[in-house]
Structure formats: C-alpha cells, structure tokens
C-alpha cells in the first residue's frame, strides 16, 4: 500500500499569501496524483489531477506541480473561500489511498 | 452535471450488515467505474472500493472479507454491503462517480454524504 504524508498537518496563512502544500508518496506514483478540497460538512471536491491539471471549474490561483514521490499544491493568493482542509490522493496503485489532509487556516 | 446520493440506515448495530445505496443522476450509469469512500470523523478518506457499471470489482484488501458492491443499470444504482460491523467502521459514507482516461482512473464527483453510526 502507498503511504500518502502530508505536510504540513495545519498551515496558517492571511488572506491574499501563498500557500504550499506538501504531499510526499512512499513510493513512486508517477503522475497519478489529485488533489482535493473539503470544507465542514461537506464532500471533497476536486481540484486537480494529473498532478498538474485543474477540474472543472477550478480557479488559475490553484496550481500542482512534482512527480514521482514528491507533490506540492500552491495557492498563489489565498482567498476566504480557500479555507478548507486539502487532501491528496494516489490513483497509480491498489489500494487507492488519500493523504491525512492539510487544514489551511486564518493567520 | 452528474450527481449522486447516499440512502440507507444511519445506525447498524455491531456485527449487522452496513448497506448503502448511491442513485445516480444527471449523467448515465453506464460506461464508468463507481466508488465507495468513508471517513471516520476529524481523519482522511479511505478507499472501499470501485465498481465498473458492468460488476468487475476492485476492493480495499483491508475489508475485501467483508465488502460487497453491486450495480444495478435500470435503476441507475450502486450498492455497498459492508459486513460483520464494529464501531471501527463509523464514519461518513460517500459514494462517487470515478474519471477515467487512458489507464488512469480517479474520483472526479462526490455524494454529499451518509453518516453511519455503529452502536448497539
């Protein structure tokens, strides 16, 4: 089973800052890597796959880069709704496993 | 815009048998791959299972023994059976529709969500 890490576990960040967001794989995924976005109360949604491709809907402030093991998700300027904890995900290997998600919060 | 929606029980008491039903609408049920995920409260998602909309299955190794997953076309629906219950096993439960392109496959849209509680 791939090991999904996420760092770090909360990140404080002020309106209008980048953030980063770091996804470490215990073994190569290649590029079959999503990110996802949860707020309270809701079902993730998705932001982007293929490492790098944003889904539908998904704003250019979001963008990822890496491959292999190492994966970053940036926020190039935070906005009140990005608040919200974020997941990544590996879809290369079975069992698919996800992260333990990185809660994004007001500085 | 494709949606889907969990029913079933929100209790199961332990050692029962957990069954949920996600119906599918605003896009066709065929031709796609459907997953099941839970999350237990304030922890990350984990993968039970996907099911192609013509039966092959792929499950979690972890609760293969005790997970089922059906389909039914007619109705636009999938189903998960998840057996011999422990409170280990409550969490929200979220069906979902999986993306597909070339070999690769992941989760692209989510139910809202069932909480399923576990207690006697």
């Known amino acids: 089973e791939v090991v999904m890490t996420q760092s770090p576990a909360t990140l404080s960040v002020s309106p209008g800052e980048r953030a980063t967001l770091s996804c470490r794989a215990s073994?190569?995924?290649?590029?079959?890597l999503a990110w996802y976005q949860q707020k309270p109360g809701q079902a993730p949604r998705l932001l982007m796959y293929?490492?790098?491709t944003r889904a539908t809907g998904i704003p250019p402030r979001f963008s990822g880069s890496g491959s292999g093991t190492q994966f970053t998700l940036t926020i190039s300027s935070l906005q009140s709704e990005d608040f919200a904890v974020y997941y990544c995900?590996?879809?290369?290997?079975?069992?698919?496993?996800f992260g333990q998600g990185t809660k994004v919060e007001v500085k | 815009q494709v949606q889907l929606q969990e029913s079933g029980p929100g209790l199961v008491k332990p050692s029962e048998t957990l069954s949920l039903t996600c119906t599918v609408s605003?896009?066709?049920?065929?031709?796609?791959?459907w997953s099941w995920i839970r999350q237990p409260a304030g922890k990350g998602p984990e993968w039970i299972g996907h099911?192609?909309?013509?039966?092959?299955?792929n499950y979690n190794p972890s609760l293969k023994s005790r997970v089922t997953m059906s389909v039914d076309t007619s109705k636009s629906q999938f189903s998960l059976r998840l057996s011999s219950v422990t409170a280990a096993d409550t969490a929200i439960y979220f069906c979902?529709?999986?993306?597909?392109?070339?070999?690769?496959?992941?989760?692209?849209?989510w139910g809202p969500g069932t909480l399923v509680i576990v207690s006697s």
């Open positions: 073994q190569s995924v290649t590029s079959n």
């Open positions: 293929g490492v790098s």
């Open positions: 605003g896009d066709s049920i065929t031709n796609y791959y």
């Open positions: 099911i192609y909309s013509r039966g092959g299955t």
């Open positions: 979902a529709r999986v993306a597909t392109l070339y070999s690769s496959s992941w989760i692209d849209y």
């Open positions: 995900h590996q879809y290369n290997s079975w069992p698919r496993t």
